[in-house]
């Protein structure tokens, strides 16, 4: 077996969600690939930001640090925020050796799909290489 996934579909218990799904790849040598999570819910920033950080965090994925869950959270509750009046946002963001990218998509006046994904890197977004520490 050369790749495999781990998939979480939970059944939402708080209003406004109404679907909730993460998956967890791994490729060759069981190495992670990557991180999904999806949310459908009502467009409130705040809530999305929070989960979406928290369950990146959750992941305790290598080169994480507790502090970074200040400057994610910051970036995909701007993301989220910028749906507000479009139909779609997409960005990429990286902190340490984590490249995310989140994408929410506009389904009705209230509701939105926000998707987030996190990769391992050891490049910044520039494409220059990362010493040690997860730097330029």
């Not at 997409?90 to 987030?116: D, H």
């Amino acid at each position: 077996m050369n790749e495999y996934q781990w998939f979480l579909e939970a059944r939402p218990v708080a209003a406004g969600v109404n679907e909730l799904r993460a998956s967890w790849e791994f490729g060759a040598g069981h190495e992670f690939e990557r991180l999904t999570m999806r949310f459908r819910s009502v467009l409130d920033p705040n809530y999305l930001a929070e989960k979406l950080a928290l369950g990146i965090r959750a992941a305790a994925l290598k080169g994480w640090q507790d502090d970074d869950v200040h400057d994610l959270y910051d970036w995909l509750h701007e993301g989220v925020n910028e749906c507000v009046g479009t139909s779609m946002v997409r960005g990429k963001y990286r902190v340490g050796f984590l490249l995310c990218e989140m994408t929410c998509a506009t389904v009705s006046r209230t509701e939105v799909i926000t998707e987030a994904r996190t990769t391992l890197t050891d490049t910044a977004l520039d494409g220059a290489s990362l010493n040690a520490g997860g730097e330029t």
